[in-house]
Each structure stands twice: as C-alpha cells, then as structure tokens.
C-alpha cells in the first residue's frame, strides 16, 4: 500500500508543510508498508525536488508543466489522480492548507475515496483504518474509520513536528492528458507579502486583538515584534475591521500555526481562535480581564494594561540581547 503525498510549493520553493506531509506519509507508510510517494506540479529545480527525499519520500512524480505554476484546482486534480494511478498508492495524503483543502475532496470524490478532513493523529491500523480529528472549533475530537479501499486523508497544517530523516528519492516524469476545459481558472497578478518570515513557519509570533483599540495602537505590538525577531498575527475582528490585513488573522477561519512562542495580547480567548493557535509549545497572555478565557490556555499570563505592560516588556527583551 505504497503512500502518496501532494506537495505544494511556492514558485519551485518547499515550505514547511511539504515537509511536514512528508513527514506524516513516511510515518503512516512505516504502518502500511509500499514507498512514499511525492506528486510535485509546475516548475521545480532537480536541487529542490531532491530536499523532498531528505523528509522522506522515496519517488518523487513531478509534472513538469508550466501550466501548473499557478493553482488551478481542476487541472491539479486530475494531476494528482493520475498519480494515483501511475503509482498504484491507495493512501493520499494533503496537507489542509488553501490548495489542499481544495484539491483533497475533488481527489476523493474521483477516486470515490473516504476521506478525513484535518486531521490531527497518524492514522490507527490496529483495527481498520481510523483518524483522530478535531471537531466543533477543537472542542472534541473524533475518530473517523475510513472503509473504502483509497483513502485520502488531509492535516490540519502545522499540527505535527517535522524532522529531516536523510533520505534520497528517485524522480519518475508524470505525464497527465489535460485538455485546455481543465484550467478553467485564469491567473491575473499575486501580491506576495516580502521581508517577513509567514505566519505559518514563524517560531515566534506575537499577536493582538481588539483590546488594543486601534490599528493607531499597533506600534507598541510591532515594536515587541522587532525585539523578539516575532512575526504578527492577529485575531478575526481586528483583520475584520482592517485594522491589519488579513493574512495576520489566525483562528478556526484564518491560518492554522504552531510556533515554539505565542504571545497573545488583549485576545479574550475565544474558541475560534483558539483552534488555530492552541498547538504553539509555549502560550503567553496579557490581558486586563484575569477571567479572559485565554488564561486556561496559557502557560504564563500577565494580567494588566497592554499598553503599561509592551513598551516594559520591550525594553526588558532589547535589555536582554544586550
Ligand atoms: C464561525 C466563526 C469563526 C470565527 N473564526 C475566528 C478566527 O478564525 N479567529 C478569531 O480570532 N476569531 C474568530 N471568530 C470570532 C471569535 O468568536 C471572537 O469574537 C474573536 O476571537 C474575539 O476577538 P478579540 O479577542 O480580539 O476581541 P474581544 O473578544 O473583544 O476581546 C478583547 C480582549 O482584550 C482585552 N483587553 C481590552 N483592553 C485591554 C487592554 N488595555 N490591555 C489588555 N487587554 C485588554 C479584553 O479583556 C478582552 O479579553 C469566529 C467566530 C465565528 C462565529
């Protein structure tokens, strides 16, 4: 039962959720046995398919084809499915992230695949073929039993640590019949945000909520950034109102993150956003309401004025680096 993983990449560049795909398809391939094989799309030098090998995959199938250097989920399917079937893997693997929670449901409907939909465990073979997911906003988990014979399973990203393993990969051509119906999807610009590690490879992350009143007050929070080398995030309302853009929102709705530092300010806590921050190592709180529910998810919380509290807090970081 040879495993395959779609990997995403941008502009021919790895980013930390291949990676960790990767990962999780090597450790679900230890348990079913048959390779790990990665589906790479558009554009991607020898040199950087090769890092995919060092995560884990032993075959690498890439369509080569420039068409595919922009996201179409139609053409990306079929892609995928042709993999499928060049390999003969019965487990597919995606990683939930924009492209994976579009592609994951058309692969499984065409292959009529069960499918598990974000999930947060490596898949239980002691009795069938079941998956641990969250469910109501991380509220409570389930274990779904997947009977078909394919079986697609998408992550919820940034969910599981990723480690190198040293390994090499072969790379096989994909060659895929697409007829020009299939990019029904018209590329136009991108605006690609520079200078910032994203959100969803950042280590440290420092982010506000609406307890900081308005994007006029978001110095005191960039400065605190700058100091912990951190990248910005914030909660719904705020990216809402557009007091920040909304690639900073993290939640249920926004991006899913696991960094080793997260630092909540003036975010009461609410569950939505919660689901997308609660798997950071460390949780760290400042909030003038000591009954704020943040506080239950915390590993230290500060309960006090955020605008007493950054600018010392500033200061003592810049104090400490010397
Ligand atoms: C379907 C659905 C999906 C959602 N998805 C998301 C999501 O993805 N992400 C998300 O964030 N939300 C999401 N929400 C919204 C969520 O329910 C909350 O409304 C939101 O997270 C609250 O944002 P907040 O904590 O910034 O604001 P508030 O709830 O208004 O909290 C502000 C906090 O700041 C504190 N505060 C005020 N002044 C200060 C001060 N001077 N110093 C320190 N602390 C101060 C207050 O005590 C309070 O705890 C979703 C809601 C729904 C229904």
Redesign the pocket.
Known sequence: MSVLVFVDHAQGTFKKNAFEAINYAAKTAEKTGGDVVAVVLGSASDSELATLGNYGATQILHCNDTRLDHFCAKAYTKAVVAAVNQSGATVIVVSANNNGKAVAPMVAAQLKAGIVAGAVDYPNTTNGFSIKKSVF?GKAFAHVNINSDKKVISLTPNTFAVAAVGGTASVQALSVDFADTDFGVKFVSEDVVKGEVPLSEAERVVSG?????GPENWGILEDLAKAMNATLAC????ADAHWRPHHE??????GTIRPNLYVA?????????L??VNSSKTIVV????AD?P?FKAADYGVV????EILPKLTEAVNKAKG
Do not use: C, E, W
């Not at 909520?209 to 009143?213: D, F, N, P, Q, T």
């Not at 006090?304 to 605008?307: E, H, K, L, W």
């Open positions: 906003s909520g609406r307890g900081l009143k909660s719904r309302p705020v929102h993290v939640g249920q709705t926004g300010v003036g975010i009461s806590g609410a569950i939505q956003h689901a997308g400042i909030n003038k309401d704020a943040f006090g004025d955020a605008f």
